[in-house]
């Protein structure tokens, strides 16, 4: 399969009652169709494999995945390689081979020993071609010296990079260098004007897919959930009709539209994590050992063929 690689070298004020009502409880793995109009859409993944009456193929689909984890042991989940296998297990059984898989970040818990090595080959089991960007926790041990010798093959900088295809341009972004010492997310300003050079000699009608780990949007930033310069990469997007955002990080899924852009985060394989703002803070939260796979989980995105809103169905591992 050939990709064509582009080689250019405000908070938000949303109580706790709204992020709960836009929250749902859903999927690690994501698998995003492009269809011709340009706008991404969905249905859940554990549906995918039965065929739609009345279509042809698509045109374009992928998988996201996120928040991996590979070392982390502890209550929350004592076996994060079981539960990346079961997400694994479903995109390779899909009826249709995805076009790729992006994952957005922390595939390693702190990079601990063996654990890039772990990762590497589970998502061989995929079956398609990997793109990754990196989590904090794959760079907090070496500044991402190991993720960029095992992931950072075609990518710029500290592991940015972009790619056509399916009529779209894919663009992922690194925003956790600076987290360690910050304790939020920043892209900074090379990977910024590397942004508005990458996509300077794009049709405004390109669908535009931005993949990070870090949301681009401020989810919660008293926890961190925030990337300080995403709305300077945004104003580079602007001009675009249809820009999808997909992030990982806070291992639960919520849904943001705002202007041309809607922005999607995703569970983790791993374990879950608190509601914005309920309890003290982040971090792994402990529940049931039977209710884990409940809060761990599948989506699918399928193409509708007109513009709106993304139509997400998910289901979880339970």
Partial sequence: MDFDRNEQGGGLATSRRGFLECM?????????TLGASGIP??????????????????????????DTHIGFDKDANPDTVATTREAIAKIAALAQRPDFVLHTGDLTHAQKPGAFDTIAG??????????????EHDVFADGGKEYLQRFGGGTWGSGWRSFDHGGAHFVGLVNVLEFKSGKVGTLGAEQLDWLAKDVAHLS?????????HIPLWAVYPDWGWVT??????????RRFGSVTVLNGHIHQVLQKVEGNATFHTAMSTAYPQPAPGVGPG?????????????????????WV??????AVVDTTLG
């Fill in 24 to 32: 749902a409880w859903a999927g690690a793995a994501v698998v995003w």
């Fill in 41 to 66: 859409s969905s249905r859940a993944l554990a549906e995918y494999a039965k065929p739609k009456r009345g279509t042809n193929a698509r045109d374009l689909h992928f998988v996201q995945i996120s």
């Fill in 122 to 135: 589970l998502l061989q089991e995929t079956k398609a071609d990997v793109f990754t960007v990196p989590g």
């Fill in 204 to 212: 405004a009608s390109t669908p535009i897919v931005v993949f990070a």
């Fill in 228 to 237: 300080t310069d995403a709305a300077q990469a945004l104003g580079h997007l």
């Fill in 282 to 302: 982040p971090g792994p939260l402990v529940v049931p050992a039977d209710q884990l796979r409940g809060r761990l989980g599948l989506r699918e995105v399928a």
């Fill in 305 to 310: 063929g007109k513009p709106g809103p993304l």
